[in-house]
């Protein structure tokens, strides 16, 4: 997928243990789509409130799968 300088994207990747680590895709760097993205791939990575809220919301088993 090719993003346009005014987009961008979350890349989530689940490992086979839950673990979920978070990359940014951006056709900006420095635009504001990008920098939406990374806020909240910080976010997801460093608050667990919202960690929690964003696991109770898909109810994701311990296997890291969905159930």
């Not at 997928?1 to 420095?30: R, T």
């Amino acid at each position: 997928m090719e993003l346009k300088e005014n987009q961008a994207a979350l890349i989530l990747e689940v490992d086979e243990d839950g673990g979920v680590s978070v990359n940014v895709a951006s056709g900006e760097v420095d635009g504001p789509a990008g920098a939406i993205c990374q806020a909240i791939a910080v976010k997801l990575m460093q608050d667990e409130t919202f960690q929690t809220e964003i696991m109770d919301m898909i109810e994701v088993d311990g296997d890291g799968t969905e159930g």
